[in-house]
């Protein structure tokens, strides 16, 4: 598992991004897929996470309503929409995949290299 996370940017509040979160490897599809932040002083913090099949998802509550992960097997790509967007939401973001979900960034195997999103008020 070789996992991109790409799609990050600069936006103003209310405004939309999707990440995409690609891997090279060839295991992606026994894995599920993660998204986690880390905004500056802060500890890396779970947002959200879909199953191996993209049948079960769960989000951190402040992503709820608001972040929609999904997964393309067939791509290797897990995405996570995120709409209305504030400024509390700006940090560099993860992904990352793991045998299973957990909140705990621990429990995950392998990461990619984070995207910055800033969200300007």
């Known amino acids: 598992v070789q996992l991109q996370a790409f799609g990050g940017g600069l936006v103003q509040a209310g405004g939309s991004l999707r990440l995409s979160c690609a891997d090279s490897g060839s295991m992606f599809s026994l894995y599920a897929g993660g998204w986690f932040r880390q905004a500056p002083g802060k500890e890396r913090e779970f947002v959200a996470a879909v199953n191996r099949r993209g049948s079960v998802t769960t989000y951190e509550d402040s992503a709820k309503g608001r972040f929609t992960i999904s997964r393309d097997n067939a791509k290797t790509t897990v995405y996570l929409q995120m709409n209305n967007l504030k400024p509390e939401d700006t940090a560099v973001y993860y992904c990352?995949?793991?045998?299973?979900?957990?909140?705990?960034?621990?429990?995950?195997?392998?990461w990619g290299r984070g995207t910055q999103v800033t969200v300007s008020s």
């Open positions: 990352a995949a793991a045998p299973g979900i957990y909140r705990d960034p621990a429990g995950w195997h392998y």
